[in-house]
């Protein structure tokens, strides 16, 4: 879909030259400069800075989770376009970026959603050096488990999607199973005994902070504007184009707004007069004390709603699927607690005297067919990058790199297009449902 945005970006090139990545960086990380600040104790730069909030921008994104972030970091380093504000309410990763268990993968089951996270992957795996920033992605293997004949149908179905779209992806045995992680009770007498598991040897997890701080440090080089505490408050409209938002903090007009912020996207576009189809639902997790490395995979059981990996600090960080019920409450329960123990211990009894620390939870922004809405809607220059649910802190890099792509161009990327807004109108779901609900 076109949304002829010719005209806004011959007005953003002709101000703004394209510079490579990270000109402007006020200090470069390396082994050296560790040294030095070690030596001289001299202080750390601020990553980012609070700049005015000025009364026009060429673009406002609005949240400054990942998707907000990377759109804003890949319109100034790939498009040249710098003169864009990333308004966000509380404070950068305050959202689902900043409280979600950092699985990333591409074993999904439609030949769009693979090739989509499949790309996202390869921007991550060369993201720590584009940001020079370290984001510790560690690609360390990812096990969804099968207890019963359907799972494990529907996980050779996705080995061999994943296969035809190139991701590396095959279903194992038990005993693979029990050699990748010894821990796990693969024995016949268990209570839900496991069949298989599709074993997904990119998937692995990344320090999600550190992935928000590394785009926002690098737009920021760039020139774009970081303001938190900066709520939109409303969206104005007119003649069918955006022309402004209105904020805490006072009115901006802008031709371009994007709408990055997850659990809260329906009330968002609201404001614009777009209606999406989408619940949010709150999400926990929570995380144990550390102990000695024992776990190299990420492991997933859908049939018993649990996940579990290590860091490399070495708290186990588990996760479920989401509560039962659409709320903007982010308050953890005990029934998650009390259940998601009781599963985890199903999958790995030995793990029983590890306390649990801490628990939490973010809200998630599900679609009817657990795939994402991006791209354009019927208000011109209102732009989606939202329906993220349990799985979108994955997707950060190429949806930013999407949206920041038909920003400048004009044209939406091929990558995205089976994800616009329209198909839920035309019938055109893509049905992530069996790779998407409980895997993160
Ligand atoms: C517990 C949990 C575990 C998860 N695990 C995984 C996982 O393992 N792997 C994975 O890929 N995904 C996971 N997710 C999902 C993932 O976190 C989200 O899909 C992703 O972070 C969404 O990123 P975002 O940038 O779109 O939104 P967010 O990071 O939520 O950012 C949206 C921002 O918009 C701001 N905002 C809202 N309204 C306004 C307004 N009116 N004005 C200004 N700002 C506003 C919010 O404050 C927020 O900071 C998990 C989520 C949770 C909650």
Redesign the pocket.
Known sequence: MSWGAGSFLRKAHGRHAVRSPLQRSPSKYSALELVRHAVTREEWPRIWSERQLRPTYDVVV???????LATAYYLAARHGIRDVAV????YVG????G?????IRSNYLTPDGVRFYKHSVELYRSLARELNFNVMFSQRGHLTLAHNDGSLRAMRWRAEVNKLEGVESEVISPADIKELAPLVDTSASTRYPILGALYHPPGGIIRHDAVNWGYARAAHALGVEIHQE???IGISVECGRVQGVMTTRGQISTPVVVN?????ASL?AKMAGVRLPIMTHP???AVTEPVKMFLRTVIVSGSLHVYVSQTDRGELVF?ASTDPFASYSTRGSLEFTEELARHVLDLMPAIAPLRVLRQW??L?DLTPDFSPIIGATQVQGFLLDVG?????????PAAGEAIAELIANGNTPRLIAAFDLARFAEGRLVNERGAAAVG?
Not at 62 to 68: C, E, K, M, S
Not at 99 to 103: D, F, L, M, S
Request: net charge positive; hydrophobic share 35%.
């Open positions: 609005i949240g400054a989770g990942v998707h907000g308004l966000e309410r509380s305050g959202g689902g970026s409280r979600n268990t950092a699985i900066t709520e939109v990055a912020t997850a659990g809260w968002v999400l926990q997790a996760g939870a973010g998630c993220w649910g349990t799985y979108g802190f994955k997707a950060g993160h």
